[in-house]
């Protein structure tokens, strides 16, 4: 298999194509080589678990991420279409607080390297999205922290208006998440 990488503002997330094999039948694709994950990354990563979400249009989860024990994503969308959203959150780095973004659909079968320490969401634009993903850590909920989805000084463009939506559907800890700045002062 032989990714196809989409560059983007942060080096570190990578939008990746796999090269899809497609006739009159349907398609086949590799959706995951370890191999060829490393050469394309240059990092070895351990995959730990499987993750599949269903939401309606309109939903938005996120912005998630895990302290102590930050999760690595490759993420993908098997149904549906998403903006995907991630948002830099090493303090050491460069781009912390950059945002990201992309369209992820089972049409365009692209997926997004997310590595440990960053934080991710996404919006469902399409009637309903089945998303995948795979994590290089566990899930802890005890961990698991959010930002602000709409927060100011993050000014990401969700693209609520292409669905004529004011409010994403969101669940209650997205919707009382702490601030970008709240996150800095921790």
Known sequence: MAYQIISNDIPDVLVLKPQ?????????????????FEKVTGRTETFVQDNHSRSTRGVLRGL??????????????LHGEVLEVVVDLRLNSPSLGHVVSHRLSADNQLQMWIPPGFAHGFLVLSEYADFAYKTTE???PAL???????????????????????????AAKDAQAPSWREYLQQ
């Open 144 to 170: 698991e922290r959010s930002l602000r989805w709409d927060d100011p000084d993050l000014n990401i463009n969700w693209a609520l208006a292409e669905l004529g939506l004011k409010q994403p559907l969101l």
């Open 20 to 36: 899809v094999f497609g006739d009159a039948r349907g398609f086949f694709l590799e959706s995951f080589n370890q191999r060829d």
């Open 64 to 77: 998630h991420y895990q302290i102590e024990k930050p999760q690595g994503k490759l993420v993908r969308v």
């Open 138 to 140: 566990y899930w802890y």
